[in-house]
């Protein structure tokens, strides 16, 4: 009886401390790892407001010390609020750029055969009139097509850019009203 008593109790243990070592693992790999925050103690007085291209007045007669702790606890809320970090930004990448054969000469071939024959047929010669309308079609459709790509790649370029710049504005939101509560003005 007391050797069963023991098994379990030993059995019980090993189980328990299985348990602990593997929770522990599963619960630490759980928790994403942050970014640590700027060095305080290296930091101007206003350098994250001039990171930021602003300018920031201490309208109530704030010390620089004090500005300086103002900025960063602004510039925590704000990431905070807004989700954005503009010392560490997600780059937005703009779609990869096309290149390459688009089908354009192609499409644009067939088009200038068809309209080359039919002007051949009532010059005379079909075939030539389609050799030559393909040639032109051809060389038409891929300029309008090269064309097309490069808007499409320019467009895809400036939504990448436009998208950044939100998320810049999403905190610069964020911080100014937060410095503004603060009893400074900010333009």
Not at 145 to 152: D, F, P
Request: proline content about 4%; some cysteine; charged content about 15%.
């Amino acid at each position: 009886m007391q050797t069963n008593f023991l098994n379990n109790t030993i059995a019980g243990v090993f189980l328990l401390a299985v348990f602990l070592c593997t929770s522990q693992q599963i619960f630490a790999q759980a928790v994403p790892a942050t970014k640590p925050l700027p060095d305080t103690s290296k930091m101007t007085y206003n350098q994250i407001s001039q990171s930021m291209k602003m300018f920031v007045y201490p309208s109530k007669g704030q010390s620089h010390q004090q500005q300086k702790k103002d900025e960063f606890e602004c510039y925590k809320w704000a990431v905070d609020q807004s989700g954005i970090d503009p010392l560490d930004l997600p780059k937005v990448e703009a779609a990869p750029v096309e290149t390459g054969p688009t089908g354009g000469g192609i499409v644009g071939g067939a088009k200038g055969a068809a309209a080359g024959a039919a002007i051949g047929a009532i010059a005379g010669d079909a075939g030539k009139g389609a050799a030559i309308g393909a040639i032109v079609g051809g060389l038409a459709g891929r300029r309008q097509a090269k064309y097309a790509q490069a808007e499409h790649n320019q467009q895809s370029q400036a939504q990448a850019a436009a998208s950044e710049q939100a998320m810049k504005d999403s905190f610069e939101k964020a911080f100014t009203v937060c410095i503004e509560g603060k009893g400074y003005t900010i333009k």
